[in-house]
């Protein structure tokens, strides 16, 4: 059996064979990431593995790498992602000290594979990758959006005295629009914010637009992750993005791990206790914040929830010991949900 640690970067990728044992059976292959990606690695690894089976460790930078992993895997290989800590890890024991260079990344992330069974394997759906595709240029444009606003408050404060509404809904832009019209300010001033204010009427269209599309493709897919208090479309659109198939988590206690709400053990002189997980995905972690504010707000079972545990942990505790109790919930949902789904998912078992 041969494993090929990957380290992904934006232009090129590095890659490196080893066999079960660890021992590198090739010279690093160092990749262009363009349209010949996936055939010249097939191709030098058949040179390489001659007919032993591969499994392929990608380190887990997904923005960079899902294209290589996708095309690896509608190939019919074998693809796992190291998360970056464990990379680190084994670069650390197998490397020598201070040492560290792509190749020497791509073998710690094929140490890693080989030494931990249990990883993640990719698995491709072809209606969640669209909704990660629109999901990400949703929030690109949200934060483009809020740095304009920003800009626009700090200058009508500065030229015409004055503090501005919710400049992502019509009657705020018209308001502004009309005094702006009205104002005595130079010719140059008035240019700006006339053109700052257009640009955010059309991110505002943009974005409207693009939750549309989003409500249309993920209606179908989380009919009941969407009746859970606090859970719109767009935040259901988020969840499938960074989860994908909810079957790679065996249960909520994983799926808490992985979104940073299950507290970390610390024994220390034979004192038990728990502390605050600052790791995990801090995309879904934000996600379920919010969510736990909304049910805090809308959800009688949330606010006993809280009621019962804030007086011994306070709020900010009670909080969190609702975002764990929400992990349930929606790994409940997304469970029955998957179910559900008629289309076909590629897996590394079920690629021909």
């Given at each position: 059996?041969v494993?090929?640690?990957?380290?992904p970067?934006?232009?090129?990728?590095?890659?490196?064979?080893?066999?079960?044992?660890?021992?590198?059976v090739?010279?690093?292959?160092?990749?262009?990431?363009?349209?010949?990606?996936?055939?010249?690695?097939?191709?030098?690894?058949?040179?390489?593995?001659?007919?032993?089976?591969?499994?392929?460790?990608?380190?887990?930078?997904?923005?960079?790498a899902?294209?290589?992993?996708?095309?690896?895997?509608?190939?019919?290989?074998?693809?796992?992602?190291?998360p970056?800590?464990?990379?680190?890890?084994?670069?650390?024991?197998?490397?020598?000290?201070?040492?560290?260079?792509?190749?020497?990344?791509?073998?710690?992330?094929?140490?890693?594979?080989?030494?931990?069974p249990?990883?993640?394997?990719?698995r491709?759906?072809?209606?969640?990758?669209?909704?990660?595709?629109?999901?990400?240029?949703?929030?690109?444009?949200?934060?483009?959006?809020?740095?304009?606003?920003?800009?626009?408050?700090?200058?009508?404060?500065?030229?015409?005295?004055?503090?501005?509404?919710?400049?992502?809904?019509?009657p705020?832009?018209?308001?502004?629009?009309?005094?702006?019209?009205?104002?005595?300010?130079?010719?140059?001033?008035?240019?700006?914010?006339?053109?700052?204010?257009?640009?955010?009427?059309d991110?505002?269209?943009?974005?409207r637009?693009l939750?549309?599309?989003?409500?249309?493709?993920?209606?179908?897919?989380?009919?009941?992750?969407?009746?859970?208090?606090?859970?719109?479309?767009?935040?259901?659109?988020?969840?499938?993005?960074?989860?994908?198939?909810?079957?790679?988590?065996?249960?909520?206690?994983?799926?808490?791990?992985y979104?940073?709400c299950?507290?970390?053990?610390?024994?220390?002189?034979?004192?038990?206790?728990?502390?605050?997980?600052?790791?995990?995905?801090?995309?879904?972690?934000?996600?379920?914040?919010?969510?736990?504010?909304?049910?805090?707000?809308?959800?009688?079972?949330?606010?006993?929830?809280?009621?019962?545990?804030?007086?011994?942990?306070?709020?900010?505790?009670?909080?969190?010991?609702?975002?764990?109790?929400?992990?349930?919930?929606?790994?409940?949902?997304?469970?029955?949900?998957?179910?559900?789904?008629?289309?076909?998912?590629?897996?590394?078992?079920?690629?021909?």
């Open positions: 059996m494993t090929v640690g990957i380290d970067h934006k232009h090129v990728h590095v890659a490196v064979a080893v066999d079960a044992d660890g021992r590198r090739s010279r690093p292959l160092t990749v262009k990431n363009d349209a010949a990606l996936i055939g010249v690695l097939l191709k030098w690894i058949r040179t390489v593995a001659g007919g032993a089976s591969v499994t392929w460790a990608i380190e887990d930078g997904r923005g960079f899902r294209g290589l992993a996708d095309g690896l895997l509608l190939a019919g290989h074998e693809v796992v992602w190291v970056t800590r464990l990379m680190a890890a084994h670069r650390k024991l197998h490397a020598a000290t201070g040492s560290k260079s792509d190749p020497v990344d791509a073998t710690a992330v094929a140490h890693a594979a080989i030494a931990t249990g990883l993640d394997h990719h491709i759906d072809d209606r969640v990758r669209e909704l990660r595709v629109l999901v990400d240029l949703r929030a690109d444009l949200v934060r483009r959006r809020t740095m304009v606003i920003n800009q626009v408050k700090a200058y009508t404060h500065l030229w015409l005295d004055h503090t501005p509404g919710d400049l992502t809904r019509a705020g832009l018209t308001s502004l629009t009309t005094l702006l019209d009205t104002s005595r300010t130079s010719h140059h001033v008035h240019r700006v914010l006339a053109e700052m204010l257009s640009e955010i009427a991110l505002n269209r943009r974005v637009d939750e549309t599309t989003v409500r249309e493709l993920v209606s179908p897919l989380a009919p009941a992750l969407l009746e859970i208090t606090g859970i719109s479309h767009v935040s259901a659109a988020v969840l499938l993005a960074e989860i994908g198939d909810i079957t790679r988590f065996a249960s909520s206690a994983k799926l808490a791990r979104t940073g299950a507290p970390i053990p610390v024994y220390s002189s034979d004192k038990e206790r728990h502390r605050l997980h600052r790791g995990g995905n801090r995309r879904l972690n934000s996600l379920l914040y919010t969510t736990a504010i909304v049910q805090q707000r809308f959800h009688p079972g949330a606010r006993e929830l809280l009621a019962r545990h804030t007086p011994t942990k306070g709020i900010r505790g009670a909080r969190r010991i609702l975002k764990r109790h929400l992990i349930d919930v929606i790994h409940r949902a997304m469970v029955q949900d998957r179910a559900s789904w008629q289309h076909h998912i590629a897996q590394h078992e079920l690629v021909a």
